[in-house]
């Protein structure tokens, strides 16, 4: 067995030399050290400089923002009846909890997307726009973030907890918001805005992912029935714009229903979304299977793993952390594709805007209109594609 | 079934007469390259075999044959009493009965020390967690790095994977344990410490086939020597008869350039 050798008793620690690190002499090296560097660093500075006051100027004191306060209810959540507003409220409370325990259970990137949420809540609080009862309603989402963190970091299973937490959560932000009968219905084609927009995506993004999984693997699968329609779809829909795919949800998939059976025009076009979707987290995920050397199937074989556990344990975990990257790439042009839907009739945020910026009573507004949508599509792409890179880091992708 | 014996300096066990491994004619083609001819091997239970040959010579395929890992498509193969077929229910009994160590580790990079050792326990044994853990931790002991244990492979040496990939292997308790050039890929002084860890095995009784090009190792814990060239045993023997004494011209010329 080994010994233990310790040639030289280690003396003292060295700490690393010092990186004496002045900005003035980065700036020196980087953008200053010779004449054509010095030439591109003045005239990108001074265009830097041209835009960002032009932007300044117009966004603090040629801008009219009221048509976005005045509007707020209808970017956020459309023509949703305002007497039922407090269940949107509540299906956003539910979602909070279900934010804080997962930040209490993991912290990590949760809590930085906490910190996003807390954020977002209270600039809302603080905006003289916002009415008196949502002003109550978001202090509540805040205390219950706070609650729910401290909740997540002391139950026990915690874990399990987060899983059966999050899938039960869906059904019950559903019921508020549809109501199910058991609360008066309200209509989908009142979903509009935000809300709806963040729904599809929601849709899109979670269940294309289980069944991007299943096509990629039952891609790779010896049993040709399967490889052969999982080929076959994948291509098809590839070779298909999402426009269509939207249109034809609309138009085709009715007449293969038997009559009287309909199916709610939302419904489809999430369904639409996501079968769409699917077929290219099929492509990414084949790509993380085909990255995972031989020697893992083999190694898992010889320990006696039957092909489903060799899967589950040793290959497919490896394979999806190879591709984060590309699943959040996927996950955030699928949520900006929403905004096609607009095509078949769903309002969403372009949507609202488009009807908002036609009102006569807001003419000449559209800048300031998109300008603000563009930000807010900004604000949620860029939390979704900073968390991926957190979430690489803490599982050292590419380290290995 | 093996039992730990640490610090003892026992002798070889007696070997038995009881024969584990079986092949006979075993043929194998990739494609149209012809790897393995005709090759017929009785292995004891206990015996310690060393496999040796140039390169190419189809000592890795051999091996992995054994346990299944290449089809053959002439021939038999016999892992006590079992007939390895194509019959899935063959392949996974003998996978029970043989571990396997690869030159490249092999080991899941996305899991900790433990969770390797443990998985094929718990989930191919059937094994309650707390008594996967506590055989993990035995064996980590054993090859001499209980401390790794909540590591991840990349936090580790080539010699501790190695030795890892090792307990891993042990922890499904098999017959037979198989080794592809378990040393190649090491560093010169991490070298040591797996092949102490293997003459440790060998002393403890397992079977063992063995691919390696560590002579040393090979004279002093070998049973018995086979010599391949162009898929073909073409001598076998004592390591004294095959070192000292060659017969065959192609062994004199395959000593003669890695000696
Ligand atoms: N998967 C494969 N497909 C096709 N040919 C292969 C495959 N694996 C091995 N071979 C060929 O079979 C022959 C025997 O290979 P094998 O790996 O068994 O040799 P080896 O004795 O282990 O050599 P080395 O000492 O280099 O590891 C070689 O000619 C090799 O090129
Ligand atoms: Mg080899």
């Known amino acids: 067995m080994s010994v233990d050798l310790k040639l030289v008793e280690a003396k003292q620690m060295i700490a690393p030399p010092s990186q004496s690190f002045s900005m003035w002499v980065w700036i020196r090296k980087n953008l200053f050290n010779n004449w054509y560097n010095m030439l591109l660093t003045l005239l990108a500075g001074s265009l830097l400089v041209y835009i960002s006051y032009a932007t300044l100027t117009w966004v603090f004191t040629e801008a009219q923002w009221a048509v976005i306060g005045d509007n707020y209810k209808l970017f956020m959540v459309g023509q949703y009846p305002i007497l039922a507003l407090w269940r949107i409220w509540s299906a956003l409370t539910m979602m909070t909890f279900m934010f804080g325990i997962s930040a209490g259970t993991f912290k990590g990137t949760m809590l930085r997307l906490c910190y996003i949420l807390s954020t977002i809540y209270l600039v809302h609080i603080i905006a003289p726009f916002t009415e008196n009862t949502s002003k109550i309603w978001l202090t509540a989402q805040l205390v219950m973030l706070v609650i729910s963190y401290f909740i997540g970091s002391k139950i026990p299973y915690a874990k399990r907890f987060n899983i059966v937490g999050w899938v039960i959560s869906i059904p019950i932000i559903l019921f508020f918001i549809h109501g199910f009968g058991i609360l008066p219905v309200i209509r989908t084609n009142v979903w509009n805005g935000l809300m709806l927009t963040l729904m599809l995506a929601a849709v899109a993004i979670i269940l294309s992912f289980p069944i991007g999984v299943l096509l990629a693997l039952g891609r790779t699968s010896k049993l040709s029935v399967i490889k052969y329609f999982c080929i076959g779809y994948i291509e098809l829909i590839r070779g298909i714009p999402l426009i269509t795919i939207l249109f034809m949800a609309q138009i085709l998939f009715p007449l293969f229903l038997p009559t009287g059976l309909t199916i709610d025009n939302l419904l489809r076009v999430m369904l639409g979304a996501t079968f769409f979707t699917a077929a ?121 | ?10 002798g070889p066990l007696p070997k038995t007469n009881e024969t584990i491994i079986k092949c006979e004619g075993v043929n194998k083609w990739f494609g149209d390259m012809h790897v393995l001819k005709d090759v017929n091997l009785t292995i004891n239970k206990g015996e310690v075999l060393v496999i040796l040959g140039p390169s190419g010579s189809g000592k890795s395929t051999f091996i992995r044959t054994i346990n299944g890992l290449e089809p053959i498509q002439k021939g038999h193969i016999e892992i006590d009493g079992v007939n390895l077929s194509h019959d899935l229910k063959d392949i996974e009994a003998i996978r029970k009965e043989t571990g396997m160590v690869f030159q490249q580790f092999n080991l899941f990079p996305h899991m900790t020390i433990l969770k390797n050792i443990t998985l094929g326990p718990i989930w191919v044994k059937k094994k309650p967690k707390a008594e996967a853990e506590k055989l ?73 086939l063995c691919v390696t090009h560590e002579m040393g190792f090979a004279r002093e814990v070998a ?11 073409i001598e076998t023997g004592t390591p004294e008869k095959l070192f000292d004494n060659p017969k065959h011209e192609r062994t004199k010329l395959f000593l003669s350039q890695i000696l």
Do not use: C
């Not at chain 2, 064996?139 to 090792?166: F, M, N, T, W």
């Not at chain 2, 344990?177 to 991490?190: I, R, V, W």
């Not at chain 2, 049973?223 to 045993?233: A, K, N, P, S, T």
């Open chain 1, 280 to 400: 290219y987290m099929a492509e990414n995920v084949r790509g993380g299977l085909q990255s995972i050397p031989n020697g893992q199937y083999e190694a898992a074989k010889t320990i006696g793993l039957n092909p489903v556990q060799t899967t589950a344990f040793v290959i497919l975990p490896q394979a999806l952390r190879a591709i984060i990257p590309t699943i959040v790439g996927q996950s955030i042009s699928m949520f900006k594709d929403t905004s096609l839907v607009a095509i078949v009739g769903l309002v969403d945020l372009l949507g609202i805007a488009q009807s908002v910026k036609s009102n006569p009573e807001f003419l000449g507004r559209h800048m300031e209109v998109y300008v603000f949508i563009a930000f807010v599509y900004w604000v949620i792409a860029y939390s979704m594609s900073y968390s991926s890179r957190r979430i690489e880091k803490s599982l050292g992708v590419g380290e290995r």
């Open chain 2, 1 to 10: 079934m093996v039992q730990t014996q640490r610090n003892i300096e026992v």
């Open chain 2, 223 to 233: 049973d018995r020597i086979v010599l391949f060239d162009g898929g073909e045993i």
């Open chain 2, 136 to 208: 993990a931790r035995e064996l980590l002991e054993r090859v001499g790095i209980p401390e790794q244990a909540d590591k991840y492979p990349g936090q580790l040496s080539g010699g501790q994977q190695q030795r890892v990939a090792i307990a891993r292997a042990l922890a499904m308790q098999p017959e037979i344990m198989l080794f592809d050039e378990p040393t190649s890929a090491l560093d010169p002084e991490m070298i040591k410490e797996v092949l102490d860890v293997m003459k440790e095995l060998a002393r403890s009784g397992m079977t063992m």
